[in-house]
């Protein structure tokens, strides 16, 4: 067992979004991402499935055309390969969950190259 703590040790950059890797278990990688205002992930898509989760703010969250307004407490699913994007309306935590074969790597690229 391991316990994790998502609104702890909250480093916001100014300058860049903030990815960690809190947990990982025989099926998953949960992910806690910390955007700034105005922080935006640019259009992307994943190879798995994922889970986003707003732990805390607002995001709009952008998929084929449309933008869903997403707030504290909601989640969502997504199939693989549907591209999407992730603006910041407030200061947020995100709590991305992936499948086990997905890389955390991967992530860090969409954050870099933003």
Partial sequence: ??????????DFNEKKIVTKVLLETSFSKEIRILLK???????HKAPFPII??????????GMQGSVHPLKKGDIITLDANIPHDLTALQDSIVRLTLSKLDTSERVEKVVSDS
């Fill in 1 to 10: 067992m391991k316990i994790e703590y998502f609104n702890e040790n909250l």
């Fill in 37 to 43: 205002q105005g922080q935006m992930m640019k259009e």
């Fill in 52 to 61: 986003v989760h707003i732990i805390d703010g607002r995001i709009d969250f």
